[in-house]
């Protein structure tokens, strides 16, 4: 770190040239005479509030040699009428406030420099999240600002022992991350490790926000899909996740929360289940977890009974396909699969205006020319149908590629080696939710293994607040 000189135009070079002042148009330099002494004010157009920086400079432009004093702490607090002010005193500091949008002020014959935080960003209002959505409960949700994500969070935690810490991360982008716990509930040790971690992440920028921040903190197998962190856009789960002990991770520009640990149980929970009575809430969370278990099993099964028909009861008899099959049924399952994915991306980069005429031709035109032509049986169909609404049970994305990828496994080897493909899938997935651990070292499948009832019975069914 290098520390500023005593001398004043040497310091302003200094700046100019890591700042580049003479080819980047948007950091500016304003050279002012502050009580009949040289100073310099650097900032970022379009960083800045215009009209508090206004009275600052009005201020300043009206005070006298007398209310300067002798150094820069001083004029700090007897003479600047701001809250958000900082004295620094090394170069990396100036670097790191100037470049997040925080100006700086350096007067000739007064040693360090003056930040003042009087920034704003760009941001989009605060509005209800696109997923995570609710029938009941709060409306609003977090932006890009990392600010206003903690105001959120305060808003609804009004209490002392809630901290907020923050650091940065990256040589280059430097990106703002808050750490959210509360001092008397969390689990210290994963805390401490936690901070550690940080603090020994070297990376030149955070390219991908919250992915890439999840991908140093958690480094494991990268062919184990199932998501060993929780991203919420819901302030109120996030305030929730603090209260109940977990620590929560806010990145700057992510409209999301990092909740850590979790657990597969907790990674299940939604909004909903606490904004309706015990009984309803209870409903929605079981059934949930039923249809996640349906959608990895029903067709891996089926093709296992298509395979065996004289497995199949007398009573399901009527499951058998009768039409006659041209493409082996685990192709057409796989294909579809690969389809259903296609349609999706398809969906994500249709303009509004013609997303409802082209899901009506994807799902009518093509879907029933497949089976009129005999690419596909209308058995296959219908179950590809479940499974793929029966992926948007669940609001967690990364759970349910993970479900996915699992269900895509299964019917692979089941479509291979018959009984025994289709037992070995089922350990594959046990296994990887098995050696699947959270971040604080525990079993991903907690309270289930190792087993707690009290815990287990609060995960499974919404009990009384």
């Known amino acids: ?36 002494k040289n100073a310099a004010l650097f900032l970022i157009d379009g960083l800045v509030k215009d009209d508090i920086l206004e009275k600052l400079l009005e201020y300043l432009y009206g005070l006298k040699p007398e209310d300067i004093p002798g150094s820069l702490e001083q004029f700090q607090v007897q003479n ?7 004295v620094l005193s090394t170069v990396d500091d100036i670097l790191k ?29 605060v509005e209800e999240p696109f997923k995570d959505r609710t029938l009941r409960g709060s409306r609003d949700g977090f932006v890009e600002t990392v600010v206003f994500n903690t105001a959120l969070i305060r808003r609804r935690i009004r209490s002392p022992k809630l901290c907020m810490e923050m650091q940065s991360l990256g040589e280059s982008s430097r990106t703002d991350i808050v750490l959210c716990y509360m001092e008397d509930r969390a689990d210290q040790t994963c805390l401490q490790k936690l901070k550690k971690r940080l603090q020994s992440v070297t990376v030149d920028a955070l390219t991908m926000n919250q992915e890439s921040l ?15 962190f929780h991203l919420t856009e819901r302030p109120d789960t996030a305030a929730a996740s603090i209260l109940e ?7 700057d520009n992510s409209p999301s929360a990092m909740i850590l640990p979790t657990s597969l149980f907790a990674i299940t929970e939604e909004a909903n289940d606490y904004y309706f009575p015990p009984i309803t809430g209870t409903y929605l969370r079981l059934s949930r977890f039923l249809i996640m278990v349906l959608s990895l099993f029903l067709t891996p099964l089926f093709l296992l009974l298509m395979q065996h028909p ?12 009768k039409d006659t099959v041209n493409i ?13 994915d296609g349609l999706r991306l398809a969906a994500i980069h249709t303009p509004d205006m013609l997303s409802t005429p082209l899901s009506v031709i994807a799902g009518l035109v093509i879907g029933e020319f497949a089976v009129n032509s005999g690419w596909f049986n209308e058995e296959v169909m219908l179950y590809m149908a ?11 994305a990364e759970l349910n590629y993970a479900v996915k990828f699992m269900r895509i496994l299964l019917l692979i080897l089941t479509g291979c080696f018959s009984l025994w493909g289709f037992i070995a899938g089922l350990c594959i997935a046990a296994f990887s939710l098995l050696t699947c651990r959270t971040f604080a070292g525990k079993s991903y499948l907690y309270p289930l293994i190792p087993f707690r009832w009290s815990a287990l019975k609060r995960q499974l069914f919404r009990l009384k607040l």
């Open 80 to 86: 600047l009428p701001y809250i958000e002010t900082e």
């Open 310 to 321: 004289e497995w199949i009861p007398e009573s399901l008899a009527f499951i058998q396909i």
């Open 328 to 340: 082996p049924l685990v192709l057409q399952f796989l294909l579809l699969e690969l389809s259903i």
């Open 97 to 125: 406030n100037l470049l997040s949008g925080v100006p700086c002020l350096l007067l000739s014959g007064l040693a360090g420099c003056l930040a003042i935080d009087c920034r704003t960003c760009p941001a989009r209002s």
């Open 214 to 228: 999840a991908e140093l903190l958690l480094p494991g197998r990268w062919f184990n899909p199932f998501p060993r």
């Open 386 to 396: 479940f499974v793929t609404i029966a992926n948007y049970s669940q609001s967690n």
């Open 245 to 251: 002990g977990n620590i929560v991770l806010l990145v």
């Open 1 to 36: 770190m290098n520390s500023l000189s005593d001398n004043y135009e040497e310091n302003i070079s200094c700046l100019r040239r890591l700042l580049g002042t003479d080819r980047n148009f948007d950091i500016l330099e304003k050279d002012l005479t502050v009580a009949g």
